[in-house]
């Protein structure tokens, strides 16, 4: 069993983003530059926030932080989008979620310029992404799709079951891994990027555990701890659990995947935490440089 | 075994139209509008655009048709684009593909109002599909849709397979029938909405018969003549056939499934003519009529 180690290829991803940003600024171009967009002061905002903005700062590129007053109104949350998207020094930009209840979020996110969408959360970059389209994937689909071809697992062929779906997650994951490799991403072979079989499975799917047997792939998103058991799995298959959930200590993270009796069973298997967490800030870093390079040709 | 007799459903269903339309009329408000653009003088482009506008007239939608030269330049039919996005008086139009060389079709169709985009081929709306926002869904997947929907066929918790990954077909298909019913349509219980567990298989799957043989109902829209064979179908399992083969003679239909041979085992199957083909303009004019009424409102 191999552990795919998000930690590790974070870091190593953004060494090499640091070194793209470098030599951008050596051959005198401008640092690229995201903005966030924040509002109100909910904790756990504050604290993604936070590290978005350091993790920008590592590698070098610029991030401003647009802080406002959780009773702003839509109108005026919208006007800031509207600046956003036509501030030519701005590359990407982000709204943090959850928004204060008075206003939409599909609004404010759906008036996004989707070319400085790097969340990938627009209608028209998923819209995009589905036919194949360049498109600023989202985090955590994108994320995924890079762990596995860093560590060289091939999708083409494969069956991959996919448990949730979710906007965020299994949806656009099915969507990536099944189609034909448009997309081509540095260090990765085409024959790694899409291509699967894919099955997505929620709740209302009769008899997951025989679904799940069949699968050579196994992403779970669903938010429920230990979901998937030794039993669903194939010995052999990959394992990659986005689920994060927090235990009744209210300290421990666990993920959607029995780890201790699945990991034997798993040729790789993600941790929780370690695994898919860690990928999906470095996705916003290369959608940010990816935005930076569109915007600039 | 039953058959899905779209020829019949779409005439059920133009009826009902019409007598919607009617109804707006006697309120004292205008008909609905399509505008259909063709380039050029393609013999099977031109067939197809009559027959819309015909089925247009049928149910008292106006059509008008935006005939234009096959020498028009990019940025002249981009231009067409916009004039039909801002005009008032056009509820929806489409642009008849294939476009001539030097247009590139992915531009045309990506400049296309999302609220007047009644092919529902824009990147927006599939995003929006996706998302399970309101849109306008792409004609055929429309159509498969409403056919097992007006024959009771539920889809939640069952297996559907979909063979074939096109933007057109098999991806948006897959979409709508995995998803939470968000949307409800006239005639049509929730329940029989979404919800699916659903497979897309392609030219790369390994094993699709054993695939096959796992679904309640399966969609094969993968442009190979008798590809779906008897040995691939679970007996009792409900048979979409979206292709549309013209075989040796050059006269003959035939779809993309071995019809003699999978009926007798199928509880429902199209037929090829007369089974998806009806419904897929029927879906636009559906669209039309939706998006007259979210333009109105």
Redesign the interface.
């Known amino acids: 069993m191999t552990l795919l180690d998000g930690k590790h290829i974070a870091s190593l991803i953004r060494a090499e983003l640091k070194q793209q940003v470098d030599q951008l600024l050596a051959d005198g171009h401008r640092a690229p530059k995201l903005a966030v967009v924040i509002v109100g002061h909910n904790p756990a905002s504050e604290t993604y926030v936070n590290n978005k903005i350091k993790a920008c700062a590592e590698v070098g590129i610029q991030a401003e932080k647009v802080a406002l007053e959780a009773d702003i109104t839509e109108a005026d949350l919208l006007q800031e989008v509207q600046r956003l998207n036509q501030d030519p020094s701005v590359d990407g930009f982000i709204v943090q979620l959850p928004l204060p209840e008075h206003i939409n979020e ?1 609004t404010i996110l759906s008036a996004i310029d989707y070319r400085k969408d790097v969340d990938g959360l ?7 992404t ?4 360049p498109s600023l994937v989202s985090a955590t689909p994108k994320g995924i799709r890079e762990l596995l071809a860093r560590y060289n697992i091939p999708t ?4 991959v079951v996919v448990i949730g ?1 979710s ?1 965020i997650v299994g ?2 994951v ?2 990536l891994l ?3 490799p448009y997309l081509s991403l540095p260090g990765m072979s085409a024959a790694s990027l899409g ?8 709740s ?3 008899d997951l555990a025989a ?1 799940c047997r069949t699968a050579d792939i196994i992403i779970v998103a669903a938010g429920s701890p230990k979901l998937l058991t030794a039993d669903m799995v194939k010995p052999g298959a990959t394992i990659i659990d986005v689920g994060i959930n927090r235990v009744m200590d209210g300290y421990r993270l666990v993920g959607d995947v029995d780890f201790d009796a699945v990991a034997p069973k798993a040729a790789y298997i993600t941790p929780v935490p370690g695994g898919v967490g860690p990928m999906t800030i470095v996705s916003l870093l290369q959608n940010t440089l990816q935005a930076y390079q569109n915007h600039k040709s």
């Open positions: 599909t627009t209608p028209e970059n998923v819209g995009r589905v036919q194949g389209l083409a062929g494969r069956h779906r906007n949806k656009p099915a969507m099944m189609q034909k291509d699967a079989t894919v099955t997505i499975c929620h209302k799917t009769q679904i």
